[in-house]
């Protein structure tokens, strides 16, 4: 098949360096639909979490087996000018993009003992600063056939987050972004929505913390990387041209 025969749409997927996170599944998910895929990853963040070394090397020879074009950068979006990295490199690559989503998060651990201006810093230079002009810059450069979609990636922050109180409020103002983004993106045929997955399986999980989710379940389970994946994979689809500024709360019912 030759790539470039005829339109495709392209998708942006941020952090999507870990082989069994919410990203990579996403971008598999869209890879099978026809997409082509830009993801970014950063190495020195997933080295001090749970990555391991290959993974987005493994995750864009998995992509290209489907049949699609797919590009990666290593970026920080930490950095005020990732944003127009990204785009000038997608563009650059790819061509324009029709879907951005918004997966890249900084996460630590705090608690009112520990919270501290460097804490609050690092939380909000990539889950709000990153995730905001990536954004408004995606949608400044819009300009497609197909309609645009922006997901978003939040967390449990209207429920109790004592031991992550930075984390929990960096995704809460994600929430309120997604909310006014998408009036304002309505009249460019963008829409914007935002998804919180629920516990879902990525490899930060105790094993003592799987069985007490699956414990209390309502399903029995607790959510994996595809569940989330599936509903991003309807929400940048042609059937989700009429849903925006949505919050979804997807998580099995827990």
Same mark, same amino acid.
């Given at each position: 098949?030759?790539?470039?025969?005829?339109?495709?749409?392209?998708?942006?997927?941020?952090?999507?360096?870990?082989?069994?996170?919410?990203?990579?599944?996403?971008?598999?998910?869209?890879?099978? @639909?026809? &997409?082509?895929?830009?993801? &970014?990853?950063?190495?020195? $963040?997933?080295?001090?979490?749970?990555? &391991?070394?290959?993974?987005?090397?493994?995750?864009?020879?998995?992509?290209?087996?489907?049949?699609?074009?797919?590009?990666?950068? @290593? !970026?920080?979006?930490?950095?005020?000018?990732?944003?127009?990295?990204?785009?000038? $490199? !997608?563009?650059?690559?790819?061509?324009?993009?029709?879907?951005?989503?918004?997966?890249?998060?900084?996460?630590?651990?705090?608690?009112?003992? @520990?919270?501290?201006?460097?804490?609050?810093?690092?939380?909000?230079?990539?889950?709000?600063?990153?995730?905001?002009?990536?954004?408004? @810059? $995606?949608?400044?450069?819009?300009?497609?056939?197909?309609?645009?979609?922006?997901?978003?990636?939040?967390?449990?922050?209207?429920?109790?987050?004592?031991?992550?109180?930075?984390?929990?409020?960096?995704?809460?103002?994600?929430?309120? $972004?997604?909310?006014?983004?998408?009036?304002?993106?309505?009249?460019?045929?963008?829409? !914007?929505?935002? +998804?919180?997955?629920?516990?879902?399986? &990525?490899?930060?999980?105790?094993?003592?913390?799987?069985?007490?989710?699956?414990?209390?379940?309502?399903?029995?389970? +607790?959510?994996?990387?595809?569940?989330?994946?599936?509903? +991003?994979?309807?929400?940048?689809?042609?059937?989700?041209?009429?849903?925006?500024?949505?919050?979804?709360?997807?998580?099995?019912?827990?």
């Amino acid at each position: 098949m030759d790539p470039n025969s005829t339109p495709r749409r392209i998708a942006i997927v941020t952090g999507a360096s870990r082989a069994h996170g919410i990203g990579a599944a996403v971008c598999k998910a869209l890879a099978a @639909e026809g &997409t082509d895929i830009f993801f &970014t990853y950063w190495t020195a $963040f997933d080295r001090n979490t749970y990555g &391991t070394a290959g993974e987005p090397e493994a995750l864009q020879e998995a992509i290209w087996k489907t049949g699609v074009r797919c590009v990666r950068m @290593e !970026v920080d979006q930490a950095q005020p000018e990732a944003a127009t990295q990204i785009m000038d $490199f !997608v563009e650059d690559q790819l061509g324009s993009p029709t879907i951005l989503v918004n997966n890249a998060a900084y996460s630590a651990r705090d608690g009112y003992e @520990e919270l501290d201006a460097a804490i609050l810093d690092a939380h909000y230079a990539v889950n709000i600063r990153g995730t905001l002009l990536l954004s408004v @810059e $995606f949608a400044r450069r819009f300009q497609s056939t197909f309609n645009g979609h922006i997901v978003n990636l939040i967390s449990g922050q209207a429920q109790p987050m004592p031991d992550e109180l930075a984390y929990g409020a960096s995704k809460g103002a994600i929430e309120a $972004f997604t909310i006014s983004l998408a009036a304002a993106l309505a009249p460019k045929s963008i829409t !914007v929505n935002a +998804i919180d997955p629920g516990p879902t399986d &990525t490899g930060w999980m105790t094993k003592e913390l799987k069985r007490h989710l699956n414990q209390i379940a309502p399903q029995g389970r +607790i959510g994996q990387p595809e569940d989330a994946a599936r509903l +991003i994979t309807f929400l940048t689809s042609e059937n989700s041209n009429w849903i925006t500024g949505q919050i979804i709360h997807s998580r099995g019912g827990m």
